[in-house]
């Protein structure tokens, strides 16, 4: 039988990682909280939402580097599962405004003006807190599944798979887009009031959901680095680096590739979730190819196969767009699909290979996977 491989954990990136930790989960709301609004130290609501929001980001590109970075599976759809677990939520949300809303029906708003008489049946599971999170999670998992399975059972992989993933992005939008769909058509589900009775308008509620997604990305973190770190881990590493080896050591590629996929998307799913809260809006928008895309260049400029990584390109990449879309909004698009060429061609292991060169450390390199009588890697 093959010993299992321990994967060398950086211990640096570890102490770093809970350092970071701390400072966002325990300085930052405190900040908000004790100094004076005055006060340079004083971190604002406005501030601390948009942290939020960055960090919940950082779960999504989390799932996009574990699939890609370690298995070299490139996906331009994780836009989509990060639609369906903000959507499942936004329904709840939205179901909760009830006679608040500005028609003073039970219905959302915009089944009133589209002169929808009743509540459509796939609506009622949304109507708890507990239907929105199963289905946040859930539904995005299930579809990842299926079209898991059908792909990479039919071995498609490489360019094809990124199409066919851009195809599925762009499928979904147009579906979203329909008022038929009954989600609120292009302007998707917007004006939510509160969360298990918590007003969202209140700035400590806000404050309990940035702890909430500083512990999930804590989490999602770990999952992924406990994957990464186990002989699973190896076997996507292998994949990536040459998987007709994989193969012919008598591994099953494409059942790694789904379970990958799907926990990629339980993480888009939980981003998603977290998302819509913070931020009172979810619209087809949101979904389509264009931010698919953008998770890439998050990943590929903090640093692809690192985890660490991703989280750093996800939170870089928003905090620029937030300070240079005040000054240049037009020319932001522009702004990122350069600095994602000047990455790629210069700086190939992102925003941690530069800093790894500044401290004069070498990129540590993964176990191979080691067969009687062969070796995949």
Known sequence: MPEPV??????????????????????????????????????SDFRLNQFGKFLAFAILALGLDLIWGYC????????????????????????????????????????????VKELPLFWYPFKSFIGGFLGAMLVPMLFATIFGFLAFRSRIKGVYFAIITQALAFATWLVFNRNETRLGGTNGLTDFKQVLGFRLSDPSTQRGLYILTVLALAASYLLCRWIVSSRAGNV???????????????????????????????????????????????????????????????????????????????????????????????????????LFVVVVTMFPDGLVGIIRKLSGRKKTHQPLIKAEGSTAA
Not at 26 to 43: D, M, Q
Not at 259 to 277: K, Q, T
Not at 281 to 300: D, F, K, M, N, R
Request: proline letters at 5%; glycine letters at 12%; aromatic letters at 14%.
């Open 72 to 115: 070299g599976v490139l996906s331009l759809g994780q836009g989509v599962f990060f639609g369906f677990g903000a959507y499942c939520m936004g329904m709840y949300l939205t179901l909760q405004i009830g006679k608040e809303s500005v028609y003073g029906s039970e219905l959302p708003d915009f089944m009133v003006w589209t002169q």
């Open 236 to 338: 996507l590493i292998a994949i990536r680096d040459s998987e007709s080896r994989v193969t012919f050591s008598g591994y099953t590629p494409w059942m790694y590739k789904l379970f990958v996929f799907v926990v990629a998307a339980g993480l888009a799913g939980l981003s998603g979730m977290l998302y819509v809260p913070q931020v009172g809006i979810i619209t087809p928008a949101q979904i389509g190819v264009l931010p698919s895309l953008e998770v890439v260049i998050w990943v590929a400029v903090g640093g692809r196969g690192t985890l660490i990584g991703a989280i750093l390109g996800a939170v870089a990449v928003n905090y620029g767009r937030s300070v240079l879309t005040n000054y240049f909004p037009e020319a932001w698009p522009f702004i990122l699909g350069g």
């Open 6 to 43: 321990p994967v060398h954990q950086d211990s640096r990136e570890t102490l770093t990682f809970f350092a970071v930790g701390a400072l966002f989960l325990i300085v930052v709301p405190l900040l908000n909280v004790l100094p004076a609004e005055s006060s340079w130290l004083h971190v």
